[in-house]
Each structure stands twice: as structure tokens, then as C-alpha cells.
């Protein structure tokens, strides 16, 4: 007679042993078919955020369309030119009257807006204001000048004065 039951037994554990090693293999292979997905997802999302991405301003158009706080950009027509003026309370070697005739941006902070028509004093801050004849040959009465301006308060808090930062004559 055959002994059955050491073949059984033999059967048995050659079983489980291939089983096992089958078993270690599909997961293995389960393991890298994820990580190959994941990778092409990965991949696909990065090409969706790359579409949809909205571009940034560059630094240039930042530059052209924004503007300091109490700051003015406008054109107006020269009506006067006048030296050793008083614009609330404060001195300017050189001051000049004009009438609005385009604002063409404003920054944030403004208290008094301006509006086109509307005629007002500016002084001027800096340099071309020193030499006073020089000036008022540069801007005479009913030429049309590009004013960059800036808004204060006066000393009693109720009125501005308006300084002229710089200007452009048109041609």
C-alpha cells in the first residue's frame, strides 16, 4: 500500500506555497499598476492647472495703470501763471490757475475730486518753480499741459491744496 497521507501532506504544503508566491506577486503588481496611475494623474492635473492658470500682470502694465494714493493725473488749460502765492496757508514760489479739461486717473484718498470744467490753483513744488520767467514762457495762458498733482489737506483741515508733482506740455 501507498502511504497517501505524506502526498497529501506534500500536496498540501506545495498548495500554499505556490498560492503564497501568487499572492506576493498580484500584490506587487497591484502596488505598481497604483503608482502608475497616480503618476498619470499627477500629470493630467498639472496639465489642467497650467490652463487654467490666470496670468499675472507684468511689472510694466502694473506701471502704467496704477497710481499713488492722492495722486491725479490730468490735462488742463494754463488760465494763469503767478508768482509768491498763499494756497492754504502754505507759500509757493510759483502757483497756476487752470481749467480741467480731462482727468485721466486718480488714485485712492482723494477727498475733493476734480471734474473736467472746473478751474483751480496749483503750486508747484519743485524746480521749475524756482526760476519764475522761465516757466511762465513753458506754460502760457491757454496752453494745454499734462499735470501729475497731489492732494493735501491744509492746516484747518477743511480745504486741499493741490501741488504739482510734474507736467508735460502738449504739442
Excluded at 498560492?19 to 496611475?37: A, E, H, Q, R, T
Excluded at 491744509?154 to 480745504?159: I, R, V
Amino acid at each position: 500500500m501507498i502511504n497517501l497521507k505524506g502526498v497529501e501532506i506534500f500536496n498540501s504544503f506545495f498548495y500554499f506555497y505556490t498560492m503564497d508566491k501568487i499572492l506576493y506577486i498580484l500584490i506587487v503588481v497591484g502596488l505598481f499598476s497604483c503608482k502608475s496611475n497616480s503618476i498619470a494623474q499627477e500629470k493630467e492635473t498639472e496639465k489642467t492647472k497650467s490652463k487654467s492658470r490666470i496670468e499675472k500682470p507684468k511689472f510694466t502694465d502694473l506701471r502704467d495703470n496704477t497710481i499713488d494714493p492722492n495722486t491725479v493725473h490730468l490735462i488742463a488749460v494754463i488760465q494763469n501763471v503767478t508768482k509768491n502765492v498763499y494756497i492754504c496757508e502754505k507759500r509757493f514760489k510759483t502757483a497756476t490757475t487752470v481749467k480741467v479739461k480731462q482727468v485721466i486717473n486718480s488714485g485712492s484718498s482723494i477727498l475733493n475730486m476734480i471734474s473736467p470744467g472746473q478751474e483751480i490753483t496749483f503750486g508747484f513744488m519743485n524746480s521749475p518753480a524756482n526760476d519764475f520767467d522761465i516757466l511762465k514762457q513753458r506754460i502760457s495762458k491757454d496752453k494745454e499741459v499734462s499735470f501729475k498733482i497731489i492732494e493735501n489737506l491744509c492746516p484747518d483741515m477743511s480745504k486741499t491744496v493741490y501741488e504739482v508733482i510734474g507736467f508735460k506740455i502738449k504739442d
